[in-house]
């Protein structure tokens, strides 16, 4: 089992910036990719970006590529984003996810955090 725990979540302004952090533990050397996602009320879950483990290899979503960035750190197996020029369409509550080598799906799920962007 692996367990995330994700934090750095709150309230900003359109255009401002916001870091999301998560930690995990448990079984972390069987994860291959470490992944966000956001939903917004009413609506379905969507991927925002993902990373490698092995290589730091990166992916984005189109609505959030050139304004975030998703980076990780190994030795504190943490995986951070980092949320620029933030537009209220943002306004969602972001998961962090981890996928185990060699399983093409996000196992393990963190308990969300909260990311409001006003106007």
């Known amino acids: 089992q692996v367990q995330l725990v994700e934090s750095g979540g709150g309230l900003v302004q359109a255009g401002g910036s916001l870091s999301l952090s998560c930690a995990a533990s448990g079984r972390t050397a069987s994860v291959s990719t470490m992944g966000w996602f956001r939903q917004a009320p009413g609506k379905e879950r969507d991927f925002v970006a993902r990373?490698?483990?092995?290589?730091?290899?990166?992916y984005y979503a189109n609505s959030v590529k050139g304004r975030f960035t998703i980076a990780r750190d190994n030795a504190k197996n943490t995986v951070y984003l980092q949320m620029n020029s933030l537009k209220p369409e943002d306004t969602a509550v972001y998961y962090c996810a981890a996928a185990p080598a060699g399983v093409p799906r996000y196992d393990y799920w963190g308990q969300g955090t909260q990311v409001t962007v006003s106007s």
């Open positions: 990373i490698r483990w092995s290589d730091g290899s990166t």
